[in-house]
């Protein structure tokens, strides 16, 4: 049964608040894609696994949930990282999307409800720029039309950026024009984009990147929809542009929880090409890491708080794990007369440690602390012999409830 015994953290608000869906029982979520021009490495996965417990934990919950995920397939590094490989942007697509797709299964995660891709998506990208054109937030530049953030009152708050900040630094990415905020929805069409193009009122071109998750979400999910996750680097200004954007274009607030996780470290440093410490689940899955024990790790730790990566620590975390997988089994081989009572108790305290700790903000941390302790307490019972497969059974199926969220036990 639905309740709302949830609280989650809202990045907008800063602060965590009970969760209940805005239309009776079920949950709209959109959850930013990858982007096509490079593999998704394990520190994009933690978020993608920070989504999938979200959506796992929600449907424990008694919720109907309905996920939404964008591929984005048209961006300014795409074009170029298919155009210096000499292949069509949408052979990029499908090899880097196959890649994706494949680490995404392997680390156990549940496949979102509808997966568009941004080139997919360009009619009703055109009509949202129409739209807040018409609502006069679009300045003609002369490589595209930007979106006025002057105009926006209100632009900064996902940030809680201050108005010193927004007027005295300049934006350093891709969409943005020099100088102030303003970013950019359609790009006109120059050589070196080649063959990428649309026609639009404002000639050939191409859509910016923020443009698309507002115009995906809001057609699949509604002008309002419950949670919008992302990794932290996505809260600006990604986010901030869309909310922007939904905004101009409906006059609603879009999002009811904003969600964004933690980056993973590894060896205590941002992964970055440069320093050579970025790691592939595929990669790691060749020095001996299976996916599931990658996604033990990565979920072992709540989504909010640092997580780093060593072998070392991997290889410590994981013991627990490993330890509670072979309980697992031990008990489904419990042949012991007996009543049953403990188990039922044992049972009890289980799935209560678990939901309390996961309706904390999804505390991953603390579950699996409790599930772990309470296993100690069962094999102990098991030890003296006083254990039955009654008990065994209750335990069991109190456990597998529980991994039908953590995925990580070995029985779902
Ligand atoms: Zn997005």
Same mark, same amino acid.
């Given at each position: 049964?639905?309740?709302?015994?949830?609280?989650?953290?809202?990045?907008?608000?800063?602060?965590?608040?009970?969760?209940?869906?805005?239309?009776?029982?079920?949950?709209?979520?959109?959850?930013?894609?990858?982007?096509?021009?490079?593999?998704?490495?394990?520190?994009?996965?933690?978020?993608?696994?920070?989504?999938?417990?979200?959506?796992?934990?929600?449907?424990?919950?008694?919720?109907?949930?309905?996920?939404?995920?964008?591929?984005?397939?048209?961006?300014?590094?795409?074009?170029?990282?298919?155009?210096?490989?000499?292949?069509?942007?949408?052979?990029?697509?499908?090899?880097?999307?196959?890649?994706?797709?494949?680490?995404?299964?392997?680390?156990?995660?549940?496949?979102?409800?509808?997966?568009?891709?941004?080139?997919?998506?360009?009619?009703?990208?055109?009509?949202?720029?129409?739209?807040?054109?018409?609502?006069?937030?679009?300045?003609?530049?002369?490589?595209?039309?930007?979106?006025?953030?002057?105009?926006?009152?209100?632009?900064?708050?996902?940030?809680?950026?201050?108005?010193?900040?927004?007027?005295?630094?300049?934006?350093?990415?891709?969409?943005?024009?020099?100088?102030?905020?303003?970013?950019?929805?359609?790009?006109?069409?120059?050589?070196?984009?080649?063959?990428?193009?649309?026609?639009?009122?404002? !000639?050939? @071109?191409?859509? *910016?990147? =923020? $443009?698309?998750?507002?115009?995906?979400?809001?057609?699949?999910?509604?002008?309002?929809? #419950?949670?919008?996750?992302?990794?932290?680097?996505?809260?600006?200004?990604?986010?901030?542009?869309?909310?922007?954007?939904?905004?101009?274009?409906?006059?609603?607030?879009?999002?009811?929880?904003?969600?964004?996780?933690?980056?993973?470290?590894?060896?205590?440093?941002?992964?970055?090409?440069?320093?050579?410490?970025?790691?592939?689940?595929?990669?790691?899955?060749?020095?001996?890491?299976?996916?599931?024990?990658?996604?033990?790790?990565?979920?072992?730790?709540?989504?909010?708080?640092?997580?780093?990566?060593?072998?070392?620590?991997?290889?410590?975390?994981?013991?627990?794990?490993?330890?509670?997988?072979?309980?697992?089994?031990?008990?489904?081989?419990?042949?012991?007369? !007996?009543? @049953?009572?403990? *188990?039922? =108790? $044992?049972?009890?305290?289980?799935?209560?440690?678990?939901?309390?700790?996961?309706?904390? #903000?999804?505390?991953?941390?603390?579950?699996?602390?409790?599930?772990?302790?309470?296993?100690?307490?069962?094999?102990?019972?098991?030890?003296?012999?006083?254990?039955?497969?009654?008990?065994?059974?209750?335990?069991?199926?109190?456990?597998?409830?529980?991994?039908?969220?953590?995925?990580?036990?070995?029985?779902?």
């Amino acid at each position: 049964m639905a309740d709302s015994t949830l609280r989650l953290y809202d990045t907008k608000q800063q602060k965590k608040r009970p969760f209940k869906p805005l239309i009776g029982k079920t949950v709209r979520i959109y959850t930013c894609g990858p982007s096509v021009y490079a593999y998704s490495h394990i520190g994009n996965f933690r978020t993608y696994l920070f989504e999938d417990m979200l959506v796992r934990y929600l449907a424990f919950k008694g919720f109907y949930v309905k996920r939404v995920m964008n591929i984005t397939d048209i961006e300014d590094k795409a074009i170029s990282a298919a155009s210096d490989k000499g292949i069509s942007l949408s052979a990029l697509e499908n090899s880097k999307a196959k890649a994706f797709f494949r680490d995404f299964k392997n680390l156990g995660m549940l496949a979102p409800n509808k997966v568009i891709k941004a080139s997919d998506a360009v009619p009703d990208i055109i009509r949202l720029i129409k739209r807040i054109c018409r609502n006069g937030y679009c300045i003609k530049e002369k490589d595209g039309i930007y979106f006025n953030t002057r105009k926006f009152r209100g632009y900064g708050r996902l940030r809680h950026l201050s108005c010193r900040e927004y007027y005295g630094k300049a934006m350093d990415d891709d969409y943005s024009k020099e100088g102030i905020w303003d970013f950019r929805l359609w790009k006109y069409w120059s050589e070196k984009d080649g063959a990428t193009g649309w026609d639009s009122p404002w !000639g050939k @071109g191409r859509p *910016g990147w =923020h $443009i698309e998750c507002s115009a995906i979400s809001m057609k699949q999910l509604g002008d309002r929809f #419950d949670i919008h996750c992302g990794g932290v680097d996505n809260i600006f200004p990604h986010h901030e542009n869309e909310i922007a954007q939904d905004r101009a274009a409906t006059g609603k607030n879009p999002v009811n929880f904003w969600m964004h996780s933690k980056h993973l470290t590894v060896g205590k440093k941002k992964m970055s090409k440069r320093i050579g410490n970025v790691l592939y689940v595929s990669g790691l899955g060749k020095k001996g890491v299976k996916p599931r024990c990658l996604r033990f790790y990565l979920i072992s730790e709540r989504y909010r708080s640092k997580l780093d990566f060593t072998f070392a620590e991997f290889k410590k975390r994981l013991a627990d794990c490993i330890h509670a997988r072979k309980m697992m089994s031990e008990l489904r081989k419990c042949k012991q007369q !007996g009543s @049953g009572t403990a *188990g039922k =108790h $044992i049972a009890t305290k289980l799935l209560q440690g678990f939901e309390t700790a996961m309706d904390d #903000d999804l505390n991953t941390k603390l579950a699996f602390k409790r599930i772990f302790r309470i296993f100690q307490e069962a094999e102990l019972l098991m030890k003296d012999g006083v254990l039955s497969s009654g008990d065994a059974k209750h335990i069991l199926s109190a456990a597998t409830r529980i991994d039908s969220v953590l995925g990580v036990l070995g029985l779902s």
